[in-house]
């Protein structure tokens, strides 16, 4: 009986540890994200169905330029992009987002359900979870902390869903003719950066044993 309650202790503080670093900020999802979010995944991927659900496949590291988590959320909330990201509305108004934010101190954010759709990578949203980082700027740098809590994440997102990719933003372009790739706008693209190579290097070392599989190559990828 002694031994049966000391594993039934050990199961409940693991369940309890697999989730206690990460906080609930959640941005408005509501009827007309919804709606936006099936929405896009039609229009870019010809994919139709009643709910924005995801099966998670591929991590996708970011930063947010943004210098602080309040001001990001608040890029990230409403359900439509504002006028001002003229750079990318004209494909579609679903407003930026992503499933994680993590602080400049290492505290992780959940920012929506994991497994429901975010616009944050484009031809892979639909099988991507996202997190962003705040900060990433030259005044800005991600830090250590950041850093450790993005390889707590990837870790805890491994064991849940069948992860094959972990990748930077700026790895995106690479997928361009794999069959993840879904985009069906050849003109829609963008130049990142983030969260950097030495950020992404210092990740995937500490990830190794995960086995993910290796990022394609591209030559046309002008981010490497």
């Known amino acids: 009986m002694k031994h049966f309650l000391i594993v039934f202790l050990a199961i409940i503080f693991l369940s309890c540890s697999a989730t206690r670093g990460i906080k609930y900020k959640p941005i408005v999802f509501d009827q007309e994200r919804a709606e936006l979010t099936s929405a896009y995944l039609l229009e870019h991927y010809g994919i139709q169905q009643e709910s924005p659900d995801i099966t998670p496949k591929m991590i996708v590291l970011h930063w947010t330029v943004i210098p602080t988590l309040d001001e990001a959320f608040e890029a990230f909330d409403k359900p439509s992009l504002p006028n001002s990201r003229s750079d990318i509305i004209s ?18 954010y959940s920012l929506m359900p994991e497994t429901n759709m975010a616009r944050h990578v484009i031809g892979l949203n639909h099988c991507a979870i996202g997190v962003e980082n705040v900060g990433g ?24 869903y069948p992860i094959e990719y972990l990748i930077g933003h700026y790895e995106y372009t690479n997928f361009a003719d794999h069959p993840l790739w879904l985009e069906k706008d050849n003109n829609y693209r963008t130049l990142k ?20 599989k290796p990022v394609p190559k591209n030559p046309q990828n002008n981010d490497q």
């Open 137 to 160: 700027t030259e005044a800005l740098p991600l830090t250590k902390a950041q850093l450790k809590a993005n390889i707590w994440l990837v870790e805890y997102l491994y064991d849940k």
């Open 91 to 108: 494909a579609g108004s679903l407003n930026v987002s992503s499933q994680f934010m993590v602080d400049r101190d290492g505290t992780i």
């Open 193 to 212: 950066t983030d969260p950097g190579k030495d950020f992404m290097d210092k990740v995937r070392k500490a990830t190794k044993n995960l086995n993910f």
